[in-house]
T-cell receptor, first 114, second 111 residues
Framework: AQSVTQLGSHVSVSEGALVLLRCNYS??????LFWYVQYPNQGLQLLLK??????LVKGINGFEAEFKKSETSFHLTKPSAHMSDAAEYFC????????????FGGGTRVLVKP | SQTIHQWPATLVQPVGSPLSLECTVE??????LYWYRQAAGRGLQLLFY??????ISSEVPQNLSASRPQDRQFILSSKKLLLSDSGFYLC??????????FGPGTRLTVL
């Protein structure tokens, strides 16, 4: 069975500082991994995805994530936080053989301080 | 390009009343379709998914049901709402090899 753990339900960063959101997964087969962002009262928007190509994945809005198989991690980073990055972020895992179902982590809410 | 619609955007219903939420997808054929729910403090919970017309898989036993009467239409229903059905309901679609693409969601409040 697949599962996702996001460390920290809330993260506070200063504008211009590094954003680091942690995600660890478990999967019995090589996984597909995703990061989504959700702004208040909106649906989720895909930030980036890992599908067994390059281990460093670049996404929209300056975010990137690195797949580390040995650590079963897929942490999300952005070098310099912007006020518009304040949102909730979800990591998700999908096993190709699991009927295309995604399992989501509990989410991390990011607060950006001026 | 593909788009996904959900309605209504918000809904307030009394306990015991019926529910029907609709989701439609444009610009794609034979997508996998999903209903997720976000409840306070509980993250995203997969409720149902469908790989084709009339094919529904239920992930969590509950007070809800789903139907897919057409290729690009997915409906979430209940005969009698409970207080615990309150939440933000998200429809999503997916083609093989891609991530999920979400609709704008429906905020349901059961009083």
């Amino acid at each position: 069975a697949q599962s996702v753990t996001q460390l920290g339900s809330h993260v506070s960063v200063s504008e211009g500082a590094l954003v680091l959101l942690r995600c660890n997964y478990s999967s019995s087969v090589p996984p597909y991994l995703f990061w989504y962002v959700q702004y208040p009262n909106q649906g989720l928007q895909l930030l980036l995805k890992y599908t067994s190509a390059a281990t460093l994945v670049k996404g929209i809005n300056g975010f990137e994530a690195e797949f580390k198989k040995s650590e079963t991690s897929f942490h999300l980073t952005k070098p310099s936080a912007h006020m518009s990055d304040a949102a909730e972020y979800f990591c998700a895992v999908s096993e190709a053989a699991a009927g295309n179902k995604l399992t989501f982590g509990g989410g991390t809410r990011v607060l950006v301080k001026p | 390009s593909q788009t996904i619609h959900q309605w209504p955007a918000t809904l307030v219903q009394p306990v015991g009343s019926p529910l029907s939420l609709e989701c439609t997808v444009e610009g794609t054929s034979n997508p996998n379709l999903y209903w997720y729910r976000q409840a306070a403090g509980r993250g995203l919970q997969l409720l149902f998914y469908s790989v084709g017309i009339g094919q529904i898989s239920s992930e969590v036993p509950q007070n809800l049901s789903a139907s897919r009467p057409q290729d690009r239409q997915f409906i979430l229903s209940s005969k009698k709402l409970l207080l615990s059905d309150s939440g933000f309901y998200l429809c999503a679609w997916r083609l093989s090899g891609t991530g999920l693409f979400f609709g704008p969601g429906t905020r349901l409040t059961v009083l």
